[in-house]
């Protein structure tokens, strides 16, 4: 079966890092995928890793270990703009087609 | 990346109509995919969109309830069909494959239906 994992709340301060995690079991893994989502608007692509280690963009860094099926974003520098929900999904080609499986995302609140 | 469109992008319907959703990308893209975000909640996968061929639906997800038709590599409709408030949610269109990448996949801004 398919199951995603990420904790449903977190909170922070600005300019702090933090850390969301998320912890997977699929069929087929073919890499896994973060998104940004702001209230009321469509999923914004943060990030896509399908190799082990880290993968670093600017503020935004996303690690994976496929071995663990463990996954995590990691935010610096944080801003206010970046309260938000932050879904992992994860490529399952199960079936031939690659399409994702999402988590329930995590609600992020930056505070002063 | 792809730009999606999405029409329309908002609908207030009545219990038991339909209602198609469009889904227009500006490149040919392999693969599409129509998502349902319920209130609250994050994104489910209704189907996956084939050029030349039949839907591909997820379990709980049917035919007749959710109608695809995918006529070439740019386009694709989504029809909610016999519409109940059940039905009340974010529709999203999202492509993958774009120019041969399969790192990335993008979604359209949306659909936000309510049904009365």
């Known amino acids: 079966g398919q199951n995603i994992d990420q904790p449903t709340e977190m909170t922070a301060t600005e300019g702090a890092i933090v850390q969301i995690n998320c912890t997977y079991q699929?069929?087929?893994?073919?890499?896994l995928f973060w998104y940004q989502q702001h209230a009321g608007e469509a999923p914004t692509f943060l990030s896509y890793?399908?190799?082990?280690g880290l993968e670093e963009k600017g503020r935004f860094s996303s690690f994976l270990s496929r071995s663990k099926g463990y996954s995590y974003l990691l935010l610096k520098e944080l801003q206010m703009k970046d309260s938000a929900s932050y879904l992992c999904?994860?490529?399952?080609?199960?079936?031939?087609?690659?399409?994702?499986?999402f988590g329930a995302g995590t609600r992020l609140a930056v505070h002063p | 990346s792809a730009v999606i469109s999405q029409k329309p992008s908002r609908d207030i319907c009545q219990r038991g109509t339909s209602l198609t959703i469009q889904c227009q990308v500006d490149?040919?893209?392999?693969?599409m995919f129509w998502y349902r975000q319920q209130p609250g909640q994050s994104l489910t996968l209704i189907a996956t969109a084939n050029q030349g061929s039949e839907a591909t639906y997820e379990s709980g997800f049917v035919i007749d309830k959710f109608p695809i038709s995918r006529p070439n590599l740019t386009f694709s409709t989504l029809t909610v069909s016999n519409m109940s408030p059940e039905d009340s949610s974010i529709y999203l269109c999202?492509?993958?494959?774009?120019?041969?990448?399969?790192?990335?996949?993008?979604f359209g801004p949306g659909t936000r239906l309510t049904v009365l």
């Open positions: 890793n399908v190799l082990d």
């Open positions: 699929t069929s087929g893994f073919n890499g």
């Open positions: 999904a994860v490529r399952d080609q199960g079936g031939g087609y690659n399409k994702l499986i």
């Open positions: 490149s040919q893209v392999t693969m």
């Open positions: 999202s492509v993958g494959g774009t120019g041969g990448s399969y790192n990335e996949q993008f």
